[in-house]
C-alpha cells in the first residue's frame, strides 16, 4: 500500500517536528497537521519563523522549506481525518487530576476523543497509527472504538512512539537510533499495515535501524525507556548526594563508572532533577499499571525514581535558604534558565518551577531570566500550582530579558538551565552589581568553579562537597 496523504493530529512538540521531518524526507506525501488549538495552529503557519510555536534547533529551517509544499497545518480537523490514509495520534496524555488513578494513571481522554472523531468521519479505510506515549493496551481501547462505527470502514492500529528527545528533535529524527513499529503480524492487513509505515521511514532510514513488534511490547518499549533514561538521572543524583557528603565529584565518578561499555558514558549528568514532559508521566503511569496488577515491588521500584527526583528539587531550594543564613525572605534570587532542558522553550515539570514555588514560600523575591521561554509560559507554571494568587505570583516574581538586568542586586543566583550563553557572560561584571557576599547555585554543573572563585563568588556545584 503507497501512503499519499498523511494526516496527524495534534500539532504539540512530538506532532510538529516529527510531521515536518516525514515532509521533507518524502516529497510524494502531503501531510496535513490539524490541532483544536487555533492560535497554535495559526503559530504554525506565521510568516515570521521567530514565532513558530516551538523552538527547536534547525526546525525552522525545514519548516520554510517544505510548508505550502507537502506539509499543512490546518484547524479543520475532520476534512484532513477524512482525505488521508495514514492518522498520527499526536496529542497530550498528561497524568489524570481527577477521579481514578489521580496524579497516577495517564488521562486518555484526548486520545479517546480523536479516536471518536476518527470514527465518526472516516469513509474509506485508514491506518491509525498511536505516537504518543500511551499506557499498554491503549491500542486495543482505540481499536474498539474504531471497530463499532458502524459505517463498514476497517483500521488497522499501529504503535509508533516517538523517541525523539526536546532540543534535539530534528538531528534525533533525520538519525534514529531505532524506529519501533508495533502491529499485528498475523493477519494480512496488519502485514500491509506495517510495511507501510516502513515504507514512509524507509524513505529516509536504514531498514536495519526499523524494528517491528507486537503492539504491547512497542508500547511497553516506550515507557521501558523513559523509565531506564530517569532512573539513570535518579540514580546519579541519588550518588551526588553522597559525593557532597564525603568529599567525592560526581563528575569524577561519572566518568568513571561511564568508561564501562557496560554503563556507557550519556546521560549521567547530576541535575538539580529531570523534567520534561514524559519522564514523570510515564514512571508514574507504569507505577499504576504495576499496581493495578497487583505487582507492589515493580510499582515502589520505579516510582522511587520519581521520589528521588523530587527529593533532588527540594535539596537545591533547601540548600539556597540554608546557605542564605537560613532567610531569603526579602532576597533577590536570580534564576537563570527556567525551561526543563537547554534548547527548548518547553518548560513542562521543569525544576525551576518547583524551586522558584519553594522559595516564594521562603518570602523570596525571584527574578528569571531565560533565553526561549515566555513570560507568559513562566507566569501560567506558576499559577498552575495553585500555591498563592496570580497576583502575588506577580508580586514576587519577575522576569527580565536582559541577564545582567535580572542578576543585578541579587544575592544569589541560581543555575536551572543548562544555556550554552550562560558560560559566556561577563561573570566579573554580574559580581560587581550583586549583593555581598555573593552566591551561585549552580544546577547543572555548568559553570567553573575555579574562575567563579577567583571573582568572589561563593559557589555552590551539585555533587561537590565544599
Ligand atoms: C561484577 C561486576 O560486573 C564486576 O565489574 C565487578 O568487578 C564484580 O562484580 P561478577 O559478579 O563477577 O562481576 O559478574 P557479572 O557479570 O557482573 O554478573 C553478576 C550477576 O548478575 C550474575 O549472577 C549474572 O548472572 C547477573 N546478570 C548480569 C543478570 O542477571 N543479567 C544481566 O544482564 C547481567
Ligand atoms: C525524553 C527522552 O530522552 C526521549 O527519548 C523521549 O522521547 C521523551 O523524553 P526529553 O524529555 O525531551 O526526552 O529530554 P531528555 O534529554 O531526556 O531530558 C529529560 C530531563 O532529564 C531534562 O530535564 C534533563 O535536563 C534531565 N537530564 C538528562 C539530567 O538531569 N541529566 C542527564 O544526564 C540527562
Ligand atoms: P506532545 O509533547 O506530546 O507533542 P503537546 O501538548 O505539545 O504534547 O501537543 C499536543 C497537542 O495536541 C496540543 O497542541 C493539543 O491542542 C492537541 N490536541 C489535544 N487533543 C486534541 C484533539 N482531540 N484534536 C486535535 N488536537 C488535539
Given at each position: 500500500m503507497n501512503i499519499k496523504r498523511i494526516c496527524c493530529i495534534g500539532a504539540g512538540y512530538v506532532g510538529g517536528p516529527t510531521m515536518t521531518v516525514i515532509a521533507q524526507k518524502c516529497p510524494h506525501i502531503k501531510l496535513t497537521v490539524v490541532d483544536i488549538n487555533e492560535s497554535r495552529i495559526a503559530a504554525w503557519n506565521s510568516?515570521?519563523?521567530?514565532?513558530?510555536?516551538i523552538f527547536e534547533p534547525g526546525l525552522d529551517k525545514i519548516v520554510e522549506e517544505v510548508r505550502g509544499r507537502n506539509l499543512f497545518f490546518s484547524t479543520d480537523i475532520d476534512e484532513a481525518i477524512n482525505e488521508a490514509d495514514m492518522i498520527f495520534i499526536s496529542v497530550n496524555t498528561p497524568t489524570?487530576?481527577?477521579?481514578?488513578?489521580?496524579?497516577?494513571?495517564?488521562?486518555l481522554k484526548y486520545i479517546e476523543l480523536c479516536a471518536r472523531q476518527i470514527a465518526k468521519v472516516s469513509r474509506q479505510n485508514k491506518i491509525v497509527v498511536e505516537k504518543s506515549t500511551l499506557p499498554v493496551r491503549t491500542a486495543s481501547a482505540i481499536k474498539s472504538i474504531l471497530d463499532n462505527?458502524?459505517?463498514g470502514v476497517h483500521f488497522q492500529i499501529l504503535s509508533n512512539p516517538e523517541f525523539l528527545a526536546e532540543g534535539t528533535a530534528i538531528q534525533d529524527l533525520l538519525k534514529p537510533d531505532r524506529v519501533l513499529i508495533g502491529g499485528d503480524a498475523s493477519t494480512k492487513e496488519g502485514e500491509v499495515a506495517i510495511q507501510a509505515l516502513i515504507d514512509v521511514y524507509l524513505n529516509w532510514v536504514p531498514k536495519e535501524q526499523i524494528l517491528t513488534t507486537n503492539v504491547w511490547s512497542s508500547e511497553l518499549s516506550k515507557l521501558t525507556a523513559n523509565a531506564f533514561l530517569a532512573q539513570r538521572v535518579s540514580s546519579i543524583n541519588a550518588m551526588s548526594e553522597i559525593c557532597e557528603k564525603t568529599g567525592a565529584d560526581i563528575r569524577e565518578v561519572s566518568k568513571a563508572i561511564g568508561m564501562d561499555s557496560r554503563i556507557?558514558?550519556?546521560?549521567l549528568n547530576a541535575s538539580v532533577g529531570f523534567g520534561g514532559s514524559c519522564f514523570q508521566k510515564d514512571i508514574l503511569n507504569l507505577v499504576y499499571i504495576a499496581k493495578s496488577y497487583g505487582l507492589n515491588e515493580v510499582a515502589d521500584y520505579w516510582e522511587q525514581v520519581v521520589i528521588m527526583n523530587e527529593h533532588q528539587k527540594k535539596r537545591f531550594s533547601d540548600n539556597i535558604v540554608s546557605t542564605l543564613y537560613n532567610t531569603v525572605s526579602g532576597k533577590k534570587i536570580t534564576f537563570l534558565g527556567w525551561a526543563f532542558?537547554?534548547?527548548?522553550?518547553d518548560t513542562r515539570e521543569s525544576a525551576a518551577i518547583r524551586v522558584a514555588d519553594d522559595l516564594l514560600n521562603e518570602r523570596a523575591e525571584i527574578s528569571v531570566y531565560d533565553p526561549k521561554v515566555t513570560e507568559e509560559r513562566i507566569y501560567e507554571d506558576l499559577n498552575y500550582?495553585?500555591?498563592?494568587?496570580s497576583i502575588e505570583n506577580k508580586r514576587l516574581l519577575t522576569i527580565n530579558k536582559d541577564p545582567y538586568r535580572a542578576c543585578k542586586n541579587s544575592h544569589a543566583i541560581a543555575i536551572l538551565t543548562e544555556w550554552d550563553e550562560f558560560k559566556n557572560y561577563d561573570w566579573k561584571n554580574i559580581y560587581k552589581n550583586m549583593e555581598k557576599p555573593a552566591f551561585v547555585f549552580d544546577g547543572r554543573g555548568l559553570l567553573n568553579k575555579e574562575e567563579l572563585e577567583i571573582i568572589g563568588f561563593i559557589y555552590y556545584n551539585i555533587g561537590t562537597g565544599n
Open positions: 510568516k515570521d519563523l521567530n514565532k513558530l510555536p489524570k487530576n481527577y477521579g481514578k488513578g489521580k496524579g497516577m494513571a495517564s488521562d462505527t458502524g459505517n556507557g558514558s550519556k546521560f532542558k537547554k534548547n527548548t522553550n500550582l495553585g500555591t498563592r494568587s
